[in-house]
């Protein structure tokens, strides 16, 4: 079970174009979600990352291939092809297309544009050679066109038969030639090009194919099916769903043609997205039966227990915020706030928040946000609005997915029981519906950051640009609990307690926040894995029998959750802002909290209780490491809850040396493997790891070096 292919990991690395890579993002995010986790990755991750066991699907989306080939010729595409040979299964779109190819011909005799070569992969055994349509110029639209394909192969839609023609957006793509000659290595035409095409193509004229490579499957394009054009609804059904359908592909500044080409993509948006799901269906992926809509930002709630204590805490904002036209605002370096008050709330101020993030609906203020050259929304640059509950509570009306009556009676609950003479985490709350990053919101701005008091907390119900370790960004749905809380940690404390454990801490804390929820919950089976994630035992693997009649091993866990510390120095304290998130009800991609709590007869968790309890076990825990540090007492609990003892993995920065798990020191964390010889005995030497130079595939019983 812990091979589960969960991830989506789409190439954004040397030669991928950024439009191109958001329009695969966008898309598929749409259509898998939540199923997957669609990821950017770069060449480095695909090199030298443990990525393959956990991806369901790579795709390389449109760019130019030269820079793929640069990148990852030798190792990156060997193991590309290994992926895709022990069942992987690999997307190529328009470049990507020719890079899946056995050989790419661009442009021949163009003393400019040539491009012509073998190619590495030789998914299809055959040519990618283009330009399909004459015009093509890169970072143009000029050769943009509507291409009609006609559907070859027995594809069906959800919903039914798939229409025989459908047009889709073209721009530089290649066909795939003689690919009927193909047919007795493994290659079917799943979509032709139905119009003349510039280049000799043979007589099917394929721009769409799928080949099985090994356990695997590929599907290379010449065209971008996955490119979107979505037409607005209209905008009193946008102001009271609070959602939107981005236009991603704008008409304006390209000329009429462009238009043309808009409009007839367009038309035929349905037919398109359908053959898309039926490719990805193909490909072995489980696809959404409707679209998931990417959300509009919210606004942000900001609430105390004591309300009063809200308008202390504004108030000691006044040296960072700035007045234009009466209203007050907080120009981070991130992001811009609007500081609302509840009275001045009303449909205009809802009109005009829409507004700031949606091209075209309406004409006011559209400084609010910005469109990046392929038409897509910029959300740093869309203002962000907080309403300061300066007199009570917000109602359940105002925030119906986050009940904050119910979270600060749990958070007084918990500390109660603990004692604690002056708790602080949790005691400020911004919550937001709909944000991008509790992270970002914090940690990358930092005039806002420096006057948040030390346990200041941002949560959220959905986020639309999460943040993990790297460059991981992600949509993450409603169904997990997702938070960012501040500490200040003193640089006096460093020697003793250093900061590089937080994220420990952290890790404890959310074990011990879920098992100490009620009586009965102590015997879930939530567990720890170096340095950061939080794994649960399956329990998919224990209705299978997996694990019946024998030791439980990290096999049969799954991720649930994931922690990001990050820290800046400035006054003498570290500021920290540890950002958490877990899967409480999603039973996909892996599995939820929920579905543990199901499994052992206990009630599902409410939301806003249990940030309650991890916010004050967090706390408890980290006061005791301020005191003494990461003493017997932490370390013990520590290894009681991690999934590592004695576990012999290799390690890559040794050259492949086979090593026995025995524990992190106290002083810096450093992961301890002690080097084993013939017969897995122990030579006396013992390595030291740190966490942000190596990452774990501990289910492969690996530790990577990270460059």
């Known amino acids: 079970m812990a091979g589960k292919r969960v991830n989506v990991l789409v190439y954004a690395g040397t030669g991928a174009t950024a439009g191109s890579v958001r329009h695969c993002l966008y898309t598929l995010r749409r259509l898998l979600s939540p199923n997957y986790a669609v990821i950017p990755v770069n060449g480095d991750a695909i090199i030298k990352e443990p990525w393959t066991a956990s991806c369901a699907l790579l795709v390389f989306p449109g760019g130019a291939d030269l820079g793929y080939c640069r990148t ?13 040979n022990r069942g992987g299964a690999y997307l190529g779109l328009c470049s990507g297309g020719y890079y899946g190819s056995k050989r790419c011909e661009f442009e021949v005799g163009d003393p400019k544009m040539e491009v012509v070569g073998d190619r590495e992969l030789a998914f299809f055994p055959g040519v ?49 030639v003689d690919a009927e000659k193909y047919a007795d290595r493994g290659v079917e035409i ?10 000799d193509a043979g007589p099917e004229k394929a721009a769409v194919v799928y080949r099985k490579v090994g356990d695997g499957g590929v599907i290379l394009t010449g065209p971008h099916p996955e490119s979107v054009f979505n037409v607005l609804a209209l905008m009193g059904a946008l102001l009271m769903s609070s959602r939107f359908a981005a236009v991603n592909l704008s008409k304006q500044d390209n000329g009429p043609e462009y238009a043309k080409v808009v409009d007839a993509v367009a038309a035929d948006d349905k037919p398109r997205t359908d053959f898309l799901k039926a490719c990805l269906t193909k490909l072995g992926l489980k696809v959404n039966q409707e ?97 300061a509950h300066e007199t009570e ?41 709909v944000v991008t990053s509790t992270n970002t919101l914090l940690e990358k701005n930092p005039t806002l950051l420096s006057h948040l008091p030390p346990g200041f907390t941002a949560t959220a119900t959905t986020q639309i640009a999460g943040r993990g370790r790297g460059t991981n960004v992600w949509v993450a749905p409603p169904g997990a609990l997702m938070f960012s809380t501040v500490l200040r940690h003193p640089l006096a404390l460093t020697r003793s307690a250093p900061v590089v454990f937080l994220q420990y801490l952290a890790a404890l804390a959310i074990v011990e926040g879920i098992q100490s929820y009620e009586p009965g919950y102590a015997k879930l089976p939530v567990k720890l894995k170096w340095p950061n994630d939080i794994y649960a035992l399956d329990p998919a693997a224990e209705d299978e029998g997996g694990i019946k009649g024998r030791r439980r ?80 007492e932490l370390e013990e609990i520590y290894y009681r809850n991690w999934l590592h003892t004695d576990q012999i993995v290799t390690l890559e920065s040794a050259e492949g040396q086979r090593a026995r798990i025995k524990g992190i020191t106290r002083d810096w964390g450093l992961l301890l493997a002690e080097e084993l010889g013939r017969e897995d005995r122990s030579t006396g030497k013992v390595w030291q790891l740190q966490s942000d130079s190596n990452s774990f595939d501990f289910f492969k019983g690996l530790v990577k070096r990270k460059v």
């Not at 799943?190 to 280049?199: D, F, I, M």
């Not at 509009?296 to 108030?315: C, G, I, Q, W, Y």
């Not at 990290?554 to 120095?569: E, N, R």
């Open 72 to 84: 990852l010729n030798g190792e990156g595409n060997r193991r590309i092809i290994q992926y895709v």
């Open 291 to 387: 679209e998931q809509a990417v959300p509009s930002l919210s606004r942000l709630h900001l609430s105390t227990h004591k309300p009063s204590d809200v308008a202390e805490l504004v108030s000691s904002w006044q040296e960072i915020i700035t007045l234009s036209d009466g209203e007050e605002y907080i120009k981070g370096e991130n992001d811009t706030f609007h500081l609302e008050k509840p009275d001045r709330w009303s449909m205009s101020t809802l009109t005009q928040a829409v507004a700031s993030v949606l091209p075209g609906a309406v004409n006011h203020e559209r400084d609010s946000a910005e469109e990046d050259q392929d038409g897509l929304v910029d959300y740093d640059k869309v203002v962000k609005r907080i309403v």
């Open 393 to 433: 509570l917000s109602s359940n009306k105002e925030t119906p997915y986050f009940n904050h009556h119910a979270y600060f009676a749990n958070l007084q609950h918990y500390q109660r029981e603990l004692r604690d003479s002056d708790p602080n985490f949790g005691k400020y709350i911004l919550y937001g519906e």
């Open 553 to 632: 091993e990290a096999k049969d866990y799954v991720k649930i959750g994931g922690i990001l510390v990050t820290s800046s120095y400035a006054g003498g304290d570290y500021t920290c802002v540890v950002g958490i998130g877990i899967n409480v009800a999603n039973a996909a991609p892996t599995t939820s909290l929920d579905a543990l709590a199901t499994k052992a007869g206990l009630r599902r968790f409410q939301m806003e209780k249990l940030l309650a309890r991890i916010l004050v076990s967090f706390e408890s825990i980290y006061n005791k490491f301020c005191r003494s540090g990461w003493n017997r």
């Open 190 to 199: 799943l979509a032709s090009y139905t119009e003349e095409l510039r280049v």
């Open 128 to 176: 990618c050679r283009g330009l399909a349509f004459p015009g093509f110029l890169y970072h143009s639209e000029a050769g943009a066109r509507a291409a009609e394909l006609r559907i070859r192969a027995n594809l069906t839609a959800d919903s039914g038969t798939l229409p025989e023609t459908f047009r889709s957006y073209y721009n530089g793509g290649g066909v795939f």
